[in-house]
Every structure is written in structure tokens, then in C-alpha cells.
């Protein structure tokens, strides 16, 4: 059985930074998709960053796009969400996710869908202005 684990996220101030872990049981991360979705109050999930495990190609939404950085420690099993300069509109609650689909581009955009298989269980990041 696959479980995700989320950590790392907190309140900061504008222009600060954080870092999230996703820690996987399973062999979940080999040749699949992984990253982060976030869930804004009263809005959709949406994608922030993903990685393909395959050949490490990322993808980023437009908004976190130069200020946020996906990665994954192959020893830890671990993905990680680096988060720099971050905006009060970046506040919402991420979560770690794992699903060949999360790395879906449609039309040259990347576009994944919210019904994915593995979802951890959230982790709150609050930016304060």
C-alpha cells in the first residue's frame, strides 16, 4: 500500500521561503509522475510543480514559475518543493501527489487533472503580507 507524507509547511512572511517534503512508502516514485497540487480556500486544486521520474522534466504553473523548484532525493524517496519569495496568494493547502497523469500537457500546456491515485494529506502554507 502507497502512502504519501507531506511536511515543511508553515506561515511565513512576503519574500520569504519554505520547503516541503513528500516521503513515500512504495516503490510509488520509479517512472512515474510526481509533484505538488494546492487547494486554495473556496477554489479547485491546481498544479504547482511536477516531476517526471523517468527523466526528470519538470513542470511549473505560470505563477510559481522562476520562484519555486521541484526535486527528488532518489536515497530518501523523497520529493521536495523548494518555495522562494513566496506571495500571500501562494497561501493554500499543498499537497504531494503521484500519477503518470499529473505530468499531462494538453495543447503544450501543462494540465493535470485533479483525480489522481496517490494524494498525501496536506500540508497548510500561510504567506502574511
Known amino acids: 500500500q502507497v502512502h504519501l507524507k507531506e511536511s515543511g509547511g508553515g506561515s511565513v512572511q512576503a519574500g520569504g521561503s519554505l520547503r516541503l517534503s513528500c516521503v513515500a512508502s512504495?516503490?510509488?516514485?520509479?517512472?512515474?509522475?510526481v509533484g505538488w497540487m494546492r487547494q486554495k480556500p473556496g477554489k479547485e486544486r491546481e498544479g504547482v510543480a511536477a516531476?517526471?521520474?523517468?527523466?526528470?522534466?519538470?513542470y511549473y504553473a505560470d505563477s510559481v514559475k522562476g520562484r519555486f523548484t521541484v526535486s527528488r532525493d532518489n536515497s530518501k524517496n523523497t520529493v521536495y518543493l523548494q518555495m522562494n519569495n513566496l506571495r500571500p496568494e501562494d497561501t493554500a493547502m499543498y499537497y504531494c501527489?503521484?500519477?503518470?497523469?499529473?505530468?499531462?500537457?494538453?495543447?503544450?500546456?501543462?494540465?493535470?487533472?485533479?483525480?489522481?491515485?496517490?494524494w498525501g494529506q496536506g500540508t497548510q502554507v500561510t504567506v502574511s503580507s
Open positions: 501527489a503521484a500519477d503518470p497523469m499529473l505530468c499531462y500537457v494538453e495543447l503544450g500546456r501543462w494540465s493535470p487533472p485533479s483525480d489522481l491515485s496517490y
Open positions: 516531476l517526471f521520474t523517468g527523466n526528470r522534466e519538470t
Open positions: 512504495g516503490n510509488v516514485y520509479s517512472r512515474n509522475c
